[in-house]
Antibody, heavy 123, light 108 residues
Framework: EVQLVESGGGLVQPGGSLRLSCAAS????????MDWVRQAPGKGLEWVGR??????????EYAASVKGRFTISRDDSKNSLYLQMKSLKTEDTAVYYC??????????????WGQGTLVTVSS | SYVVTQPPSVSVAPGQTARITCGGN??????VHWYQQKPGQAPVLVVH???DRPSGIPERFSGSNSGNTATLTISRVEAGDEADYYC???????????FGGGTKLTVL
């Protein structure tokens, strides 16, 4: 069974940093694209970024709103995905979900989601 | 980048058919995916690649896509279908997923 469990959320001041983790199980992480998606309180889903699979050299892409501030990494040996967030802004306040592609393609839907972790940026 | 548009809300009586639209320029040339999200829960994929259902999703959920509009159809709506629904496409020009703004389905 595919499972994704996020952790690391919390309260951080504007300008601060935070690292989120996503523990994956039930599949081979290196075979899959992994994304981060966020949802601000009462708002819709916003794609944050992704890391491609091993076959595509683990390259990354980011939404314009976070590019240069957020970094996605992965450690397949630990079955873990990470989101390093720096220079946080109040508008980064959201529930952050990690998600896995449904069938190992760049254009595939996000078929598996974690339960999310809340990041609150406030002074 | 590519923009997809959803109506903010749709209301339907139990047992009736709900249709939620997702509009975009020539969206019929793209694969559209649909997610259901209930309050306090993570999104769940209910239809992918326009009209395919993941295992475990009831046959009452179906999808279509043509021209400038994709549609998620929920037949014989139940109270448990009340949720937010999001469409999503792949924007090849920016090489990333794009979500619609979401539609709140209310079961009267």
């Amino acid at each position: 069974e595919v499972q994704l469990v996020e952790s690391g959320g919390g309260l951080v001041q504007p300008g601060g940093s935070l690292r989120l983790s996503c523990a994956a199980s039930g599949f081979t992480l290196s075979d899959h694209y992994m994304d981060w998606v966020r949802q601000a309180p009462g708002k819709g889903l916003e794609w944050v970024g992704r890391t491609r699979n091993k076959a595509n050299s683990y390259t990354t892409e980011y939404a314009a709103s976070v590019k240069g501030r957020f970094t996605i990494s992965r450690d397949d040996s630990k079955n873990s995905l990470y989101l390093q967030m720096k220079s946080l802004k109040t508008e980064d306040t959201a529930v952050y979900y990690c998600a896995r592609d449904y069938y190992g393609s760049g254009s595939a839907p996000l078929g598996y989601w974690g339960q999310g972790t809340l990041v609150t940026v406030s002074s | 980048s590519y923009v997809v548009t959803q109506p903010p809300s749709v209301s339907v009586a139990p047992g009736q058919t709900a249709r939620i639209t997702c509009g975009g320029n020539n969206i019929g040339s793209k694969s559209v995916h649909w997610y259901q999200q209930k309050p306090g829960q993570a999104p769940v994929l209910v239809v992918h690649d326009d009209s395919d259902r993941p295992s475990g999703i009831p046959e009452r959920f179906s999808g279509s896509n043509s021209g400038n509009t994709a549609t998620l159809t929920i037949s014989r709506v139940e109270a448990g279908d009340e949720a937010d629904y999001y469409c999503q496409v792949w924007d090849s020009s920016s090489d990333h997923p794009v979500f619609g703004g979401g539609t709140k389905l209310t079961v009267l």
